[in-house]
């Protein structure tokens, strides 16, 4: 985005300076990166393997104190902790690039059971931080599709938005490829992942003229 705007950020009054300054405060204040990639790794096995049924949880937007947010527990135990199946939101889609992204997924699950990582690449904090990522964006994904139907997202807007969710998770297959610790069957499972996103002009064209292009002089800063 930076890219884009180029000189234009650095204009008198301009939001973008103080969003390119504040979107980065919220992970220093969540705690260091390696910490939470360490936390969230406890999470695949189960995530991955072992789903359990839930009752599915509706909208949250009363004008309420949320007390869980602000009252957590301690973080032992995150290895026990299970989730709803992952697949039943990437099932309720058939996109071009959600369909790409569902592969890229299966390729990682497939290296989880075929190559995990030894006790000694568990101890390799620059190797879990990209594997890290990777499982994150799996969830990302997932909760973008559960949010798309509850805010009527159209299939365009969503479809161009797993176009960067492929070329991110190919960004970090790519940077698990390249670790010293990785092994041969790990680098080879990732060289499977680097998948290229399908590119459709026309609902690109239809994406940039209907929703984003709108929304030009929709914020004005000390006006």
């Not at 490829?177 to 790990?186: D, H, R």
């Not at 590119?199 to 239809?206: A, C, V």
Request: aromatic letters at 12%; hydrophobic letters at 40%.
């Amino acid at each position: 985005m930076w890219d884009v705007i180029a000189a234009k950020g650095f204009e008198k009054d301009m939001y973008f300076e103080m969003a390119a300054r504040d979107i980065r405060a919220l992970p220093k204040l969540e705690g260091t990166v390696h910490v939470n990639i360490a936390l969230i790794i406890k999470f695949m096995p189960n995530y991955f393997f072992n789903p359990g049924e839930f009752p599915e949880v509706p909208q949250q937007n009363e004008a309420r104190n949320d007390d869980f947010l602000f009252r957590q527990g301690p973080t032992r135990g995150l290895g026990g902790i299970q989730f709803h199946d992952y697949t039943a939101a990437y099932a309720s889609y058939d996109l071009p690039n959600v369909t790409i992204f569902k592969q890229q997924i299966a390729l990682l699950k497939e290296s989880l059971m075929a190559a995990p990582p030894s006790k000694e690449q568990q101890k390799d904090i620059d190797l879990l931080l990209s594997m890290g990522e990777l499982f994150t964006l799996v969830v990302y994904g997932q909760l973008i599709l559960e949010n798309a139907r509850i805010y009527d997202i159209g299939d365009d807007l969503v479809d161009q938005i797993f176009d960067f969710m492929v070329r991110d998770f190919s960004k970090f297959a790519l940077q698990v490829l390249g670790k010293p610790s990785a092994t041969p069957e790990q680098v080879e499972y990732c060289r499977k992942m680097i998948m290229k996103p399908d590119f459709d002009p026309q609902r690109y064209s239809r994406v940039w003229s209907e929703q984003v292009l709108p929304l030009k002089d929709a914020y004005q800063m000390n006006r």
